[in-house]
């Protein structure tokens, strides 16, 4: 198993990280243009691996994407990320021609890969992966909704005073602040539906908080958060290199499901060694389905603006 992560950045460093510390590749890539960071962080990471006890070969590249030939995975990371204030739509303009220009240097390499899009504005940056390389669209999957549930679930033991993995929730929709819908009616605690101890209010505070949770991070931070996204990178790694079937909110093409067609969006997905393997409909209510519409507007809106990049 090879895996390669585009952009050590941040994110992609954490990614990178988290992907050997699970030990999912004998043998690791970390690709960047900025010259040194990804050989310094590989060989940084390398001098872990007796302390941690990992046994996957990381190496780093300035650009040379020979380097990343035969890759299983590819996940992509670079690009700018947000400023406080900044909405992840605003970053499109610089990071469509990142994202496009690597899916080109990275088909040339490993024509067979799974690409893992994280760059934001993440569900149009999966569009244009989807449609600008033409894979077949289950090897093609935006990471961001493993992360919003993520969060979702966090705020949630916040209020409950209960462990986060004792839940289950998901959102779905888009990976932004105002197009994600955190699914609270069918969040549970063990099985038991969380508005059995939850008010309104304290129901419509979780959900308000979980949409912003990465800009409140962004606040804090200067820049966007890492460590949950790079968790979150691994998390889906982990689900294709073990062919685990796991059900995970995944940005992926949808072709009538949910009623949405010529969009990628966050819907759940069953996760395996061939990427995305089918896609799971949920029996949203008309609140939710209606949310869910206005999300794909919104998202779609964003897709057309590349048109005109
Ligand atoms: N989908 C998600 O859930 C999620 C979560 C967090 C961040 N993000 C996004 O991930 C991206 C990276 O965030 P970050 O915090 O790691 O940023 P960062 O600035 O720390 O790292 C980005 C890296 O990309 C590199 N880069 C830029 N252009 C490149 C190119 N053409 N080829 C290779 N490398 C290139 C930069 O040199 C830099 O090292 C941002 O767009 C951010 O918004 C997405």
Redesign the pocket.
């Known amino acids: 198993m090879k895996i390669t992560v585009?952009?050590?950045?941040?994110?992609?460093?954490?990614s990178a990280d988290n992907i050997a510390r699970k030990e999912l590749a004998e043998e690791l890539v970390l690709?960047?243009?900025?010259e040194g960071?990804?050989e310094g962080k590989a060989q940084d990471m390398m001098q872990t691996a007796t302390l941690l006890g990992f046994d996957t070969r990381i190496t780093g590249t300035t650009?040379d994407y020979s380097k990343t030939a035969g890759s299983d995975v590819v996940v992509i990371?670079?690009?700018?990320?947000?400023k406080p204030g900044m909405t992840?739509e605003e970053?499109i303009g610089t990071?469509a021609?990142?994202v496009k220009?690597?899916c080109e240097?990275i088909l040339k390499y490993s024509p067979n890969t799974i690409i893992i899009?994280?760059?934001?504005?993440?569900d149009t940056?999966t569009y244009l992966a989807l449609t600008s390389t033409g894979l077949p669209k289950n090897r093609i999957i935006?990471?961001?909704g493993?992360?919003?549930s993520s969060r979702f679930k966090y705020q949630l033991s916040q209020q409950l005073g209960c462990s986060p993995a004792d839940l289950n929730a998901v959102v779905v929709g888009g990976?932004g602040d105002t197009t994600m819908i955190p699914l609270i009616g069918f969040a549970t605690w063990n099985s038991v539906p969380v508005a059995k101890f939850l008010s309104a209010e304290q129901q419509k505070q979780i959900v308000a908080d979980t949409m912003v949770g990465?800009a409140t991070l962004t606040k804090l931070l200067g820049?966007?958060?890492?460590y949950?996204?790079g968790a979150?990178?691994a998390a889906l790694v982990e689900a294709i290199v073990r062919d685990e079937k796991k059900l995970f909110t995944c940005?992926v093409s949808l072709d009538g499901e949910y009623g949405q067609n010529d969009i990628c969006l966050g819907v759940p997905v069953v996760i395996g060694k061939n990427g995305f393997e089918n896609i799971v409909e949920f029996g949203l209510n008309a609140e939710e389905r209606a949310a869910f519409n206005k999300s794909a507007e919104a998202v779609k809106s964003m897709n057309d603006v590349l048109k005109t990049l």
Do not use: Q
């Not at 585009?6 to 954490?14: I, K, L, M, S, Y």
């Not at 690709?31 to 900025?34: G, Q, T, V």
């Not at 990371?77 to 947000?82: A, C, L, Q």
């Open positions: 585009v952009g050590a950045g941040a994110v992609g460093a954490t690709l960047d243009i900025k960071l990804a650009g990371t670079s690009g700018i990320p947000r992840r970053l990071n021609g990142i220009g690597v240097n899009v994280v760059s934001n504005p993440m940056m935006g990471m961001g493993i992360l919003d990976h990465g820049t966007s958060a890492w949950a996204p979150a990178v940005c």
